[in-house]
């Protein structure tokens, strides 16, 4: 891939191959994470939409035991 400038910025094309292995389509949004191991190296994420980010909530459902109340005070003792 190569680096161009765009406006103010710069950009990189994605491959067909990652836009169809992430499942990527216009207006999707994306983040580059760098490693923190390997200053050479860089991961690309999709983001999850409102809906899916919704619906991994949902499968938590009944993980926690019956009568599980959070307590924000305990949580944050220190």
Known sequence: MRVSKWGNSLAVRLPADVVEALGLKEGDE???KADPLNTHSLSLVRR???????EKLKSFRGMMPAGFKFNR????ER
């Open 73 to 76: 005070e305990e949580a944050n």
């Open 48 to 54: 999850l939409t409102k809906a899916e980010a919704m």
């Open 30 to 32: 994306v983040d580059f």
